[in-house]
């Protein structure tokens, strides 16, 4: 049913497209991120906002990727020239692709370096560096740690290394190998940690501050962050679904596929907010204390409890899987398009990307220190990257394409893709058209004031 002569690579085992894109999506954004915007936001309410952009754009949209990806067997430049044309259509819409592979690139230049922290925090609970006990002795490790660039750039490079290693040995030998035994690994690691989670004090409070729905109305700014972070935790519209898509056997169900990756994304990000919150008001610490939250807050708890250390090398060992297996994801779309284009093998290609994102992610790392003063409009290099890509880009890219599947390409091409029953079809294309699309625009508009006028 696609349109291209060559054969292109597939995944291996029945699971590998579920692992492969489950540890994109599950990373650094639910454990991190999640829980650091969610304090930061408020709680409760943001948290309602944020599931309910997932169920309503972010499922939609995943499997409009998936589909598209498929359909289009290429990174999502190729991809989505093939689809178009395959509907009759040219025009600007490969122009997407080239949104979604640019923003892939930029979050992983910022997301090396917080995998970086990860992987230097690991390396201090092995190494008994992360002795403190205080909320203020756990901050200021955290600011020593970042204060030399040469340490902070040593951790990131590390990353970026181990991420191009993984991508160079191709999809099957590299990702899918990969994935199928650090996904089983985290799974494992995180269950012991809600245990930990429950019992450590706090978790009443914890459970109250996420879920307490009337913790006060949003701001304009919370809802797009909610919005922008729903296509983050999901790897939408940055070239990493799509791309794994396009390895995705014809046979299997993208409906399937689509939930159960978002329903891991969404309990994996539940659990680490109902693991790190309770540790954060059991020590009265401030829940909005930015990026650095769950490296200043957990490892207080893993020095309070017996066996804490063995805690706490799982957890970071956990976090840096998750890590690197969203990382190579991001730049999956990037090393295809060059293989495929510009005839690299994938070792260069890799190579050759890595090169780029290592300088990148070098400007971000500065951000902590020397860079500090960098700034524009009140943001560092590391933070625009992160404000552009997740408030802007993936939301945008997102519009673009279900705007693409609802309106312009055959619906054939979804009926076949998706293999839908005609009442699930529907409700897929009125999300597509009408839901996904207004919701986005909503928040859009109201974030640019035009409602407060
Ligand atoms: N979904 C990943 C996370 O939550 C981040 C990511 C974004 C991965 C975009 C791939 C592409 O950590
Ligand atoms: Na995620």
Redesign the pocket.
């Known amino acids: 049913m696609t349109t291209n002569a060559q054969p292109r690579t597939q995944w291996l085992g029945r699971w590998g497209f579920i692992l492969a894109a489950t540890g994109?999506?599950?990373?650094?954004?639910?454990?991190?991120?999640?829980p650091y915007i969610t304090g930061e936001f408020g709680g409760g309410a943001f948290v309602l906002v944020y599931l309910a952009c997932i169920l309503a754009v972010g499922v939609p949209v995943m499997m409009t990727e998936i589909a598209l990806g498929r359909r289009g067997r290429g990174s999502p430049v190729d991809a989505l020239r093939r689809v178009t044309a395959e509907s009759g259509r040219g025009g600007a819409w490969p122009l997407l692709g080239w949104m979604a592979m640019l923003?892939?690139f930029l979050?992983?230049s910022f997301?090396v370096v917080v995998a970086g922290w990860s992987f230097s925090y690991l390396w201090k609970m092995l190494s008994g560096g992360l002795d403190g006990s205080s909320v203020d002795e756990m901050a200021a490790i955290f600011d020593a740690n970042n204060q030399s660039p040469l340490n902070l750039g040593f951790w990131s490079t590390l990353v970026t290394v181990a991420t191009m290693v993984i991508v160079g040995k191709g999809v099957q030998a590299g990702i899918e190998r990969s994935v199928s035994w650090m996904m089983p690994g985290m799974v494992l690691m995180l269950l012991v940690l809600i245990g930990f989670g429950i019992f450590s004090g706090g978790f009443m409070e914890a459970v109250r501050f996420l879920f307490s729905f009337d913790a006060g109305r949003l701001s304009s700014e919370g809802m797009l962050a909610a919005l922008g972070h729903a296509?983050?935790?999901?790897?939408?519209?940055?070239?990493?679904?799509l791309t794994y898509g396009s390895y995705l056997p014809a046979k299997t169900s993208i409906a399937r596929t689509t939930l159960s990756v978002a329903l891991a994304?969404t309990v994996v990000?539940l659990m680490a907010g109902l693991a790190i919150f309770p540790v954060i008001f059991a020590n009265g610490m401030s829940p909005s204390s930015g990026p650095g939250l769950i490296f200043m807050s957990l490892p207080l708890a893993f020095q309070a409890i017996p066996l804490g250390t063995l805690f706490g090398v799982l957890f970071f060992v956990m976090l840096s899987m998750?890590?690197l297996t969203?990382?190579i994801?991001?730049v999956e779309a990037t090393v295809s398009w060059l293989c495929d284009n510009k005839g690299l093998s994938r070792r260069r290609a890799s190579w050759g990307t890595g090169l780029v994102l290592w300088l990148v992610s070098t400007l971000a790392m500065l951000s902590f220190n020397v860079g500090a003063d960098w700034t524009l409009a009140g943001r560092h290099l590391f933070g625009w990257l992160d404000y552009l890509?997740s408030r802007w880009m993936?939301p945008l890219g997102g519009l673009g394409m279900v705007m693409l599947a609802g309106f312009v390409l055959k619906h054939e091409t979804f009926r076949e893709e998706l293999g839908l029953s005609p009442v699930w079809h529907a409700l897929w294309l009125f999300m597509v058209r009408y839901v996904s699309p207004l919701g986005i625009l909503m928040v859009f508009v109201d974030a640019l004031g035009i409602t407060r006028v």
């Open positions: 994109s999506a599950v990373g650094l954004g639910n454990i991190w991120k999640f923003c892939g979050i992983l997301y296509f983050f935790t999901l790897s939408l519209a940055s070239g990493a679904i994304d990000a998750a890590a969203s990382s994801s991001m890509t993936m």
